[in-house]
């Protein structure tokens, strides 16, 4: 088999408009708790790994049902195995984050850990 030349970067970019606002919104109806940043990151993901498998000679016979399928998977995935919420650390909430069944032992470490970290990132401040 062939590899299909590469597209056009302007009919590319139009294409990816095209979808962009289909998929985005189907995706924020079907998955209300998705934010719109996450929603972006989806589509440019979904986006990315069709544009592999056509670059490979992949025949993608609908571009906006593979973008939306690939979508709602990511996104069930997410929602499913829950989302890790990157949490800066001079941000108060570290020190009152931890996992069920930590021991206070475990909690006052991690609240050691954060309050150290906030005193680091003060010093490195102007």
Request: charged share 30%; glycine share 4%.
């Amino acid at each position: 088999m062939s590899r299909p030349a590469l597209a056009d970067p302007e009919a590319e970019a139009e294409a990816y408009r095209d979808h962009h606002c289909a998929v985005v919104t189907a995706l924020g109806r079907r998955f209300p708790r998705i934010t719109a940043d996450e929603a972006l990151e989806l589509y440019h993901d979904a986006w990315e790994r069709m544009l592999r498998k056509q670059r490979d000679g992949e025949m993608i016979r609908s571009p906006r049902a593979f973008l939306v399928e690939t979508c709602y998977r990511e996104a069930l995935h997410a929602l499913s195995h829950g989302r890790a919420t990157p949490v800066a650390p001079d941000s108060p909430l570290l020190g009152q984050l931890h996992e069920p069944g930590q021991s206070t032992e475990e909690r006052v470490l991690i609240g050691d850990e954060a309050r150290i970290a906030r005193e680091l990132i003060a010093t490195l401040e102007p």
